[in-house]
């Protein structure tokens, strides 16, 4: 990143080297300012802790739109997502679904493409979980 005065800088900046080939559905990194809210990692269960399905898609769906809520409480909204790291249970049934997750997430996020990190995990903590997401944002000042 170019040196520039923080006055100068927008709210939020996509890091993108010159010559490197553009990612798919995320980003390399971002530069932002403004008020930093940490979401802890959210599973595919309602507000109520339940879960009402056992597909992967489905809890991600849950899980994104858990994110939104959680989100609107500091008065933010999905284009202030800065950092996403989702934990999968089966990473074949992950790179299996990636069509249908890309839908639901532009569907629940937008196209906001946060920097992210996809690991593979033995297990989460609720064993009907197949996904947990955490997530970082910064709403502008």
Not at 79 to 85: A, G, K, P, Q
Not at 97 to 118: Q, S
Request: aromatic residues 6%; proline residues 5%; charged residues 20%.
């Amino acid at each position: 990143m170019s040196e520039v005065d923080v006055g100068e800088r927008p709210a939020q900046q996509v890091l993108q080297p010159a010559g490197w080939t553009a990612p798919k559905g995320y980003s390399n990194g971002i530069a932002a300012r403004g008020c930093t809210v940490h979401i802890s990692g959210q599973i595919g269960w309602d507000g109520q802790c339940h879960f009402h399905s056992s597909d992967l898609v489905q809890q991600a769906r849950q899980a994104l739109q858990n994110i939104v809520e959680i989100l609107a409480e500091a008065g933010g909204k999905p284009e202030h997502l800065v950092r996403m790291t989702w934990y999968v249970v089966d990473k074949r049934e992950y790179v299996a679904a990636l069509p249908r997750l890309g839908e639901v997430y532009r569907e629940v996020i937008g196209r906001n493409f946060p920097a992210m990190t996809a690991v593979q995990v033995v297990g989460l903590i609720e064993d009907a979980a197949r996904v947990e997401i955490e997530a970082t944002a910064v709403i502008p000042d």
